[in-house]
């Protein structure tokens, strides 16, 4: 009787190669709202869109980043570890040359402002190395540093001091705001509701539009700048204090999407 022929072992698919880019998605309107807001209120120079593309460069390469590191963890460091540091490179070198006809063509004001995001980004670095980052105050850091390239790129437009720096704060005080309204869902979401931050949640973020009216009026700020904030507040306050669901976490992000534009065309329109 001949041997029954080895059945073949089925064909191994090969797994899909991971996509290196930044895997936050909130992150990526932190980052573009102030811009698109700075490029909007200044006049387009040669210096700020150069500016705009060395940061963007920059975020785009932070998940190589993070996979080179090994924050994204072994496996990921095995499979993923050389292709990202040679995009890693790749991004580097383009940021790099942006970054330095950025400064070349940019005033001295300007040039000053990019030690905000660079000393941020090395606290954002630090708070990743000690796993911080997804922390209520690591997520407020994170996105004070993401929005902070808005201010270097207003003042490479031609926009006043005093404007850059109060679109800065309402954003900062924006994205706060939203940060709140999010961790409240998801500390009673792990919590099964034993824990309630809501109430103190909603008493931060309605201070912040306090802090920022007493800000614009302390440093003599347009008063488009708090008015901006109201939106994004608003909703925190009212997310803190409703029993909303975690399944709803999408509906949310978009609602605090809405809630950034709206504060961006406020922003754009007392500015211009």
């Known amino acids: 009787m001949a041997p029954m022929p080895e059945t073949a072992p089925p064909p191994t698919t090969p797994s899909a190669a991971r996509t290196l880019v930044p895997h936050e998605h909130g992150a990526y309107g932190q980052l573009a709202m102030p811009l698109l807001t700075a490029l909007a209120i200044g006049r387009p120079t040669l210096g700020s869109i150069a500016l705009t593309a060395a940061i963007v460069t920059a975020f785009v390469g932070h ?5 080179a590191l090994g924050q994204r963890g072994k496996r990921a460091l095995e499979l993923d570890g050389r292709r990202a540091r040679r995009l890693l490179v790749r991004l580097g070198a383009l940021a790099a040359a942006c970054a330095a006809v950025g400064v070349a063509l940019a005033p001295s004001a300007a040039r000053l402002a990019l030690v905000l995001p660079v000393a941020l980004a090395a606290v954002v670095a630090w708070l990743v190395v000690r796993r911080l980052e997804k922390t209520t105050v690591g ?22 001091l005093s404007w850059a720096l109060a679109c800065w704060m309402t954003w900062v005080l924006a994205f706060a705001a939203a940060t709140l309204a999010v961790q409240v869902v998801l500390v009673r979401a792990r919590s099964k509701g034993r824990r309630d931050p809501g109430a ?9 539009v306090g802090v920022a009216f007493a800000a614009a009026w302390w440093w003599e700020f347009p008063a488009a700048a ?47």
Do not use: D, K
Not at 146 to 154: K, M
Not at 200 to 208: D, G, I, K, R, W
Not at 240 to 261: D, H, I, N, T
């Open 200 to 208: 103190v949640h909603a008493a931060l973020a309605a201070a912040l």
């Open 139 to 160: 997520e407020i850091v994170v996105a004070a540093a993401l929005s902070s390239g808005g201010l270097a790129v207003a003042l490479a437009g031609g926009v006043p």
């Open 63 to 67: 998940e190589s980043l993070l996979v």
């Open 226 to 272: 708090p008015i901006a904030l109201v939106p994004t507040a608003l909703l925190s306050v009212t997310v803190c204090l409703a029993r909303f669901s975690p399944r709803r976490l999408r509906e949310l992000g978009w609602a605090m999407v809405g809630s950034s534009v709206l504060t961006m065309v406020i922003l754009v329109v007392g500015l211009r």
